[in-house]
């Protein structure tokens, strides 16, 4: 009977054990501050004319050409299922939109042209805004500033999704274009040094018409493209995940 106790006993103990050691490495696991998750309405020209380049700003002004599904299925698959593949818990998402400071940040970037240009879809309480480059001051870089405004965070990292036209077929300028969309993550750690920078893209199946190198810009031409490279891109990438997660923890 005495044997059978402390049986019992030291099972209950290595349960208690393993139980702690969980609980102890879920509460190290590094947090991060998502800062920024936006999709790009205005497309990229690759080598375009200027003449594309005036037909791409009217196409994102176009109330028609609505992005708006595709935020949604992108912010719905990074937090539900790309989340869960990062060896990092992320921040609640209150913590950072209702942060005061947050709120007030200013998005305009320091020494260098804005890249912001109002075109972008947000969820609701994220701001646009992009990560600093070599040509700003450390001080005056947003993934440094930042780092600041969520003291708490081990790092911070950038999500966004744009589009390029990219040519398929074709000669002399005639020919057929499709749709490149690319999902970009940039995490950076508690010293605003770089852990990984993330550029995935996909192109779509479905193409539109180019004429004297200057694709068709219909929005109801361009607005399936979109949805179709995004789709497979989303897919794609959660599929490589796994892999490019392995290489985080130690530069975070």
């Given amino acids: 009977m005495k044997a059978k106790k402390i049986g019992f006993v030291m099972a209950m103990c290595a349960i208690f054990s393993v139980t702690v050691l969980r ?6 696991k590094k947090k991060v501050a998502i800062v920024t998750f936006f999709v790009n309405k205005q497309i990229g020209l690759g080598d375009g004319s ?3 380049a005036s037909r791409v700003t009217d196409l994102a002004d176009n109330p028609n050409f609505n992005l708006q ?11 539900h299922n790309f989340a869960q593949k990062f060896p990092f818990d992320l921040m609640p998402e209150d913590y950072v939109i209702k942060n005061p400071t947050y709120k007030a940040y200013d998005t305009s970037s320091v020494g260098i042209v804005v890249l912001v240009s109002g075109r972008e879809l947000n969820p609701n309480g994220y701001k ?4 600093g480059g070599f040509l700003q001051k450390s001080e005056n870089r947003n993934q440094n500033k930042l780092l600041e405004v969520f ?6 990292m950038f999500v ?5 036209f990219v040519p398929k077929k074709g000669f002399a300028g005639m020919g ?3 749709m490149k969309a690319t999902i970009n993550m940039w995490l950076y750690n508690k010293e605003a040094k770089k852990v990984f920078r993330i550029s995935e893209y996909a192109t779509s199946k479905k193409q539109v018409a180019m004429v004297g190198g200057i694709p068709v810009t219909a929005f109801d031409k361009v607005l399936p493209m979109c949805e179709d490279a995004s789709e497979r891109l989303l897919v794609e990438l959660e599929d490589k995940l796994d892999k490019i997660s392995r ?6």
């Avoid at 599904?69 to 937090?79: E, G, Q």
């Avoid at 646009?128 to 990560?131: E, F």
């Avoid at 290489?247 to 975070?252: I, Q, R």
């Fill in 23 to 28: 609980v102890h490495a879920q509460d190290d």
């Fill in 50 to 52: 200027a003449q594309l």
């Fill in 69 to 79: 599904p595709v935020l949604d299925s992108f912010y719905s698959k990074f937090f």
């Fill in 128 to 131: 646009t805004i992009y990560p």
């Fill in 151 to 156: 003291p708490e965070a081990d790092g911070v």
């Fill in 160 to 164: 966004w999704m744009d589009y390029e």
């Fill in 176 to 178: 057929t274009c499709g």
């Fill in 247 to 252: 290489k985080v923890d130690a530069k975070l």
